[in-house]
Every structure is written in structure tokens, then in C-alpha cells.
């Protein structure tokens, strides 16, 4: 394997991605599950990014971030109970 | 190689402190903005954790806040310079809006940690590693420890309350 050291964001976030991805496996509350989830919303934002520095991209990471937030609250929302319990 | 592993350890720190200083100056800990923030505030303080800080972390989820906005932000300055990043920092403000959240703490963020991180950038530290950094500050508060971490938020949103 060819080691560079300008790849080291890229495999931070790699890891980082991997590791909630264990913990949201073996976590057994949903909402908590909802927290890690964000860990690896982040990385894998991250990794797009770094992946391909290009300005369409960066709209592409973005769209998927703000759009696996929205789910994130959609769902957190419905085991809350809803828009009735708001 | 140990000048890059030194940049993403001091971006670590600057994203850690800048975002949650951002977040707790706009009151995120004080409730959840919604429904389902205010019930993973109330999971996480049920599981031996703090009721303030896990409505931080629940608001954290549920809508681009400060961190979200420093990481996007951080991808805007790495791909385009400062343009990139005010453009991430206008895609926060409408993904503040489309997720219900009636606050500016995303928008602040990601306007602040704009120029922040261009500053950085012009001492040597590039947006890259703050990238790297960012990720490993939310992973810091979110991917841990729940209880240690709402304990930690609830303490320092003491200090401002």
C-alpha cells in the first residue's frame, strides 16, 4: 500500500464512519441509534468532499447532509408522536 | 506526517470550541426545537445521562446547527475558498428552514467558521484538516458516550444560563 500523508482526513473520516456504523448496530434504542447516525452523517459528508474536491460535489455532500438530517428528525419526531404532540 | 496529524489535532480543538460556543450562546441546550430533539434529550437522560445536554445533542440531529454548519463550511473553503464556504452557509440557513428549526445557530456557524478556518488557512493549516476535525469534535459529543457527554453540555450550559 502506498502511504501518503495528505490522505489522513480521508481515512479519519473513513474510520470514523466505520466505527458508528458498530455502534448503531449494536445500540438498541432507536432515538439513540438516531446519535450515532449523526456520527456517520458527518464522515460520510466528510468523505464526499475530500473524495472529490469539486464545487458540484460540495452542493452534492451538502444535499445529502441536510437531507439524512431531515429523515433523522422526521423519524425522531414520529416515535415522539408526532406534529399532534408538538 | 506529523504536521498533518498536528493541524487535524489543533482544527479538532477549534471546531470543538467554536461549536459548542456557538450552540450554547443561541440556547440550544435550554429545549429541543422539536418534538423529536426534545425525546432524545429525554432517552438520553433516562439512560444515567442530563436532560439539557441531550436536548443539545437531540437538537444537534434534528436540524443543521453550528457543528453542521463548521463542517459544511469547512468543505465549502476546501473546494472553492471563501465563496464555497458563504455558499454552504446560505444551504444551511434553507436547511434550517426546511427542518422546522426557527433558529440561526447553523447559519452563524458556518458564517463564522467561514472566515475562521480561511484564517487558518493563510498560518497553514489547511480546510482539509478541518474537516478531519470537525468530524472527530462531533464524534467527541455524539459517538462516545451519551452520559458523559449530556453531563459535560449540561455543565457548560451552566456556565451561560
Redesign the interface.
Known amino acids: 500500500m502506498i502511504y501518503d ?2 490522505m ?2 480521508t481515512y ?2 473513513g474510520i ?1 464512519a466505520v ?2 456504523v458498530i ?1 448503531i448496530l449494536t445500540e438498541k ?1 432507536t ?2 441509534k ?6 456517520m452523517n ?2 460520510i ?2 468523505l464526499i ?2 473524495s472529490i ?3 458540484m ?3 452534492a ?3 445529502y ?2 437531507g439524512s ?2 429523515e ?11 406534529v399532534a ?2 | 506526517m506529523p504536521g498533518v496529524v498536528l493541524n487535524i489535532i489543533i482544527a479538532a480543538l477549534v471546531c470543538w470550541i467554536l461549536f459548542i460556543t456557538i450552540d450554547i450562546i443561541f440556547r440550544l441546550p435550554e429545549k429541543g426545537g422539536v418534538s423529536g430533539a426534545n425525546a432524545i434529550g429525554t432517552t438520553i437522560a433516562a439512560d444515567k445521562g442530563s436532560l439539557n445536554g441531550g436536548c443539545m445533542m437531540g437538537n444537534i440531529v434534528c436540524s443543521p446547527d453550528a457543528s453542521a454548519g463548521t463542517l459544511l463550511a469547512a468543505c465549502g473553503v476546501f473546494v472553492a475558498g471563501i465563496p464555497g464556504g458563504l455558499l454552504a452557509a446560505l444551504l444551511v440557513y434553507i436547511g434550517n428552514r426546511i427542518c422546522h428549526d426557527p433558529g440561526y445557530a447553523g447559519t452563524t456557524g458556518a458564517f463564522c467558521a467561514t472566515f475562521l478556518i480561511a484564517g487558518f488557512g493563510l498560518i497553514g493549516i489547511p480546510a482539509d484538516a478541518f474537516i478531519a476535525g470537525m468530524v472527530i469534535a462531533i464524534l467527541t459529543i455524539q459517538g462516545v458516550s451519551h452520559p458523559y457527554a449530556s453531563r459535560l453540555l449540561t455543565k457548560l450550559w451552566k456556565v451561560r444560563a
Open positions: 500523508a495528505a489522513i482526513p479519519i473520516c470514523v466505527y458508528a455502534r434504542k432515538l439513540k438516531l446519535v450515532f447516525l449523526n456520527v458527518f464522515a459528508t466528510g468532499v475530500l474536491p469539486d464545487i460535489v460540495l452542493l455532500g451538502i444535499a447532509f441536510v438530517t431531515l433523522a428528525n422526521a423519524i425522531a419526531s414520529t416515535y415522539a408522536g408526532g404532540n408538538e
